[in-house]
Structures are given as structure tokens and as C-alpha cells.
């Protein structure tokens, strides 16, 4: 059974830095695209940061480049968000989700009603 599970999430203060985690079951990552999104309060869930499962295709939304970092270790069969220099308006739930249509990679992350499997989230603050 293919699951993935999020961890890494919490309270931060704005300019600060969290790592978030996608450890991936039941699947080889490098069937799939692996895709991180987040839903804030009142709002859509947007695609943030994607990844070809095998490290070979790397998209982010523009809110986040220079700012976030995706990375794959396929030995760990994890995917990672490193999030730096945070900002208030990055609070929100985060999500991974996995699908196996590559091309979404073309529409930065495409759109989260086209991935088959989903994380249960994990929670960001940045609040000072």
C-alpha cells in the first residue's frame, strides 16, 4: 500500500528555517512525481515545490524560489522541503502527494486534484 507521511512541521519565527519530511512506503520513488503543497487558512491548496522521485526534475512556484529547496534520497525513500528565510505568509498546512503522470512536472506541480496519493499534512506557523 502506498503511503506517505509528513513530519517536520511547527512554530517558527519569521526569517527562520524549517526542514519538512515526505517519507514514502508501498512505492519506488522513481516512478513518481512527488509533490509538495500547502492550503493556509481560507485559501486553495497550492503546489509549492515538485519533484521528478528520483531527483532528475526540480519546479517551484515563484513565492517560494531562492527561498525553499526539494531534494530526493531514494536510499531513504524520502523526500525533503528545506524552507528557509520563512515569511508569515508561508503559514500553512503542507502536504506531499505522489502521482505517476510526469509530464504535471511542465505546470511546475500542476494541480493538487491530479494526484492519486496524499500525505495526512503537517502544520507550519511563521509568527513572531
Known amino acids: 500500500q502506498l503511503q506517505l507521511v509528513e513530519s517536520g512541521g511547527g512554530l517558527v519565527q519569521p526569517g527562520g528555517s524549517l526542514r519538512l519530511s515526505c517519507a514514502a512506503s508501498g512505492f519506488s520513488l522513481d516512478r513518481y512525481v512527488i509533490g509538495w503543497f500547502r492550503q493556509a487558512p481560507g485559501k486553495g491548496r497550492e503546489g509549492v515545490s515538485c519533484?521528478?522521485?528520483?531527483?532528475?526534475?526540480?519546479t517551484y512556484a515563484d513565492s517560494v524560489k531562492g527561498r525553499f529547496t526539494i531534494s530526493s534520497d531514494n536510499a531513504k525513500n524520502t523526500v525533503y522541503l528545506q524552507m528557509n528565510s520563512l515569511k508569515p505568509e508561508d503559514t500553512a498546512v503542507y502536504y506531499c502527494a505522489a502521482v505517476t503522470q510526469m509530464s504535471l512536472l511542465f505546470r511546475v506541480c500542476g494541480t493538487a486534484t491530479e494526484y492519486d496519493y496524499w500525505g495526512q499534512g503537517t502544520e507550519v506557523t511563521v509568527s513572531s
Open positions: 519533484i521528478k522521485g528520483n531527483g532528475g526534475i526540480i
